[in-house]
């Protein structure tokens, strides 16, 4: 099971791995062409106004010596202020696009996991009928429809058409996080979460899909069966956890995609959600912004990384994490 | 002087009543190539207290038989007629056809009094169960027991199969035990309702012959300790040999002769038995080259017509390729589904078996 040399052991790797990300991103963010002074004072701007900001910013410090100020401000959580949004602290920008981010991701994980595993899991044990062609319908169409398109068609027929839902989900951040308001909110997000959810559970419930086929022809589960247990108890805990196994794997890596999802799908509704906030940063050059989003985004992944491992080892337990 | 005394309960098995009774018992497979015609009419019975070996080459239906007779066969599998009567079923105070018996019905019988001994005992534990997990699970459905008795019988059957002591092997996972220890579990799990039939569809081949042995002499022991029957199928003539009173051979998808283990092996009447015989290599034979059955195991999508083994015999003539030989009782308590049985019969006098 878990101990805490292994935890450790994960630290110390995340660290290498942030370093990696942050010399990368950097690289990438700093050599692409385009000046956020520039930017920000508009293109008649004159020079000597833009030579100030730069100053005022740092950037015409040596690229080495940016690298640096950037990571040690960013350890100390001295993440500055927004390029863009001149006068606003990075920290306070993220802290209010975060929950959003999050909330919707969160329900859109559960849409996906409620509605994937019981669908993959009866479709594999009723082969070849109409629930297992169903299911085989729904995650070909839900993995080849794109997020922006299913999204487009989710505005204009459950907001325009049917009037059930706004198309931008006017809610303070604050009550997203607070009980009731995690569950009330729902159906404000409801489109969102179902437009970004539907790739993740048609990806999931083919996964269960074929990972349950293989466990159902496992001797364990003739056994189970012969044993006279009742089918419940044989599909139910027999199949279903070694099913799970490599679902499990599954959901994460595709966690990491939702996130990629976000871009698009806060595009297309309008939301002022951390992927709107990245795409805005490219174009605008938000240096700070980029840069915390980055480490910030990298940590959500490693942690994201950790907790699967761990629960791979809860399901399986030939898994020793070591 | 054990010798004799082993013979002498043979002899009054013989007499014992008939706990299971496989009639005409048909089961095709339906698959996407076409259908496999698996059994054509198994006939069998197993007598109280007896083992009885079901023996034949790989793929003639030794595990179609005991998973039709179960309701074990896989989606494509389906019995299409014949009878399997079951006459101890703790639940019903009548016999039952297995063949024909609601689900829910027969599966209060799959677990506690018929038990199933899978082949491999490394895929046939969940691995991510406990092995105390694992056990409880049969015991305590089958029986008004409590948690703990449960744990306490658990303890006991580890015991009995020689895993002492207990405690060490209780709290493990199948991936810590070695393949023996987890065939000594799946035997605890078999007499762990104390059932009337236990059936062993080939339960040491996955062993190394020197634990084979050793679950064997296990196997004996406890079948006899527990006046339980056990079905037996193998491939291997010397398992057989070995520890069973009466023998079915099959053939693809027949058993085509069925005696007491001596007369399968001094008097065999089928010329197929007759060829299996001679082909087991002996210390006397060794200066001559490995007598075989010539031709291979049939094509079950496209049977032979008649009697399914005539392409392979050398007693065939036309009558082999239009009927399927009755089966019939050449001497008693002995059956054979051939022609030529007499011929047979004359011809292995000529052989020294």
Known sequence: MVNKEYILKR????VLVMFGVYTIGFTLTFVAPGNPAQAALGQKAN????EALEEQWGLNEPLPVQYKNYLINFINLDWGESFRYRGE????????????????????LVFA??????????AAYKQNTWVDNLSVLVSQVGISIPNFWLGMLIIAILAVWLDLISVVPDVPTGSLWSFPGFFTHVTDYFGIIITLGTALMARNTRMTRSSTLDVLSEEYITMARAKGLKERTVVLKHALRNALIPVVTSIGFNLLLLFGGAVVVETVFGLNGIGKLYIDSIIRRDYPIIIALLLTYTIGVVFVNLIIDISYSVIDPRVQLR | MKAVEEKKTSTERDKKETILSVRNLVTKFYTEEGVVEALEGINFEVKKGEIYSLVGETGCGKSVTVKSILGLLERTGKVESGEAIFYRSSTLDRPVDLLSIKESRIRKIRGKDITYIPQDPSSSLNPVYTIKNQLLEIIR???????KEALEKAKELLEEVDLAPPENYLSKYPFQLSGGQKQRIIIAMALATEPSLIIADEPSTALDVTVEAKVLDLMEELIASHDTSLIL?????????????????MYAGRVIEVASTENIFYKPYHPYTFGLLKSVPSIK???KELDFVKGLVPDLYDPPSGCRFHPRCEYQTDVCKEKKPPYEEVEPGHNVACYYSKEVKKDRREEDL
């Open chain 2, 141 to 147: 459905p089958h029986s008004d027991i409590s948690k």
């Open chain 2, 233 to 249: 199928i193998t491939h291997n003539l010397g398992v057989v040999a070995q520890i069973s009173d009466r023998i079915g051979i």
């Open chain 2, 285 to 287: 034979k060794r200066e």
């Open chain 1, 89 to 108: 602290s990075v920290t306070g920008i993220l802290a209010s696009r975060y929950p959003k981010t999050m909330y919707y991701a969160v329900w859109s």
């Open chain 1, 113 to 122: 996991i409620v509605m994937s595993i019981p669908l993959g899991l009866i």
């Open chain 1, 11 to 14: 630290l110390g790797l995340a």
């Open chain 1, 47 to 50: 020079k000597e106004a833009v």
